[in-house]
């Protein structure tokens, strides 16, 4: 909250958009910050623009602290409820101070289960297959942020990539957990990743045109990790790899940037194309996990700059299900 005020002490005044550049932190919570500013009288609005007020503002450190201490107080209430082996109607009866509580007789730990536990063997493979086919899809970024140091405005259709997919839910049932093995605990991932998303590819996505080539998203601290994936799933799938991306830098990792702002700006610099390995056909870019999109839109980018056709995003997973862009 400091540095919202900070910022704008600074700058004389700015919108929501320039404070996103400024400061790494969700939308969401800037303007939870501003409306209290507001109500406290330490900042004012004109249109979408907002100033610091000369009325002093302190932070009421003992409040939130004792708010805090308040939530977590219930969500140990809460997890003390559902590991509860006395009657659940009266452990909330108690919780509400009620003097009458007492069992009811009819709670999942009055009653005993409700259903069945067990399942047909051929039931659970047929859950584990469902679960194995959970493909989300990853919707192509359309506009860049606004005051980010970066290209500004639409993204041309020429230069956004065509829409794409992740295999799974990162850490899901399913495929998630084997990318998540892969990823943290291997250091490579598993042929049964490679024939999956080859077989989502060829049979269930299908993309129109069809990829020409294959190029990965590299990365400094795993080097070899998603380039090894992406030439086994390229030989899966019949077609060239080509390393057509180098990073040029270290950056933070994306998810510990908080907004569209924040993480476009992370990535901005940090990759280049390699001319002599870009082709003119549509291109299927391969990466483990997609999280905000910034990553494929920026290398997308770079490489229909270069002269490549469509890029279609592909991820083995998705950090938070499909893709909400502006």
Known sequence: MEETLGVLEETGGATLRTLQSSINVSQTRIEQSLKLFEVDGAVARDGTTYFRTVNPWVPDHARWEQVTNLRRHELQRMQAFVRADTCLMEFVARELDDPTAHPCGRCAVCSGPAVNADAPSAL?????????????????????????????????????????YALCIFGDAGWGRAVAEGKYRDGRFNDD???????????????????????AVPSLRHPSLVP???????????????????????????KTRQNSAQ?????????????????????LLVDDIVDSGWTFTVCGFLLRQAGSGPVYPFALATAAGARRPP
Do not use: C, H
């Open 124 to 164: 659970i493979q047929q859950a584990i297959r469902f679960l194995k086919r959970d493909a989300r899809p990853i919707e192509p970024r359309k506009l860049w942020p606004t005051g980010w140091g970066g290209p500004a405005g639409r993204i041309g259709a020429d230069e956004r990539n065509a829409p794409g």
């Open 263 to 283: 993480q476009a700006a992370n990535i901005w610099d940090a990759f280049a194309v390699v001319p002599s390995d870009v082709s003119e056909g549509p291109v």
């Open 228 to 254: 090894d994936y992406a030439r086994r799933l390229a030989a899966a799938l019949g077609l060239p790899y080509r390393p057509a991306i180098r990073k040029e830098r270290e950056t933070a990792e994306q």
């Open 193 to 215: 990743l490679v024939t999956a998303a080859a077989e989502m590819i060829g049979e269930r996505w299908a993309p129109d045109p069809p990829p020409a080539w294959v190029t």
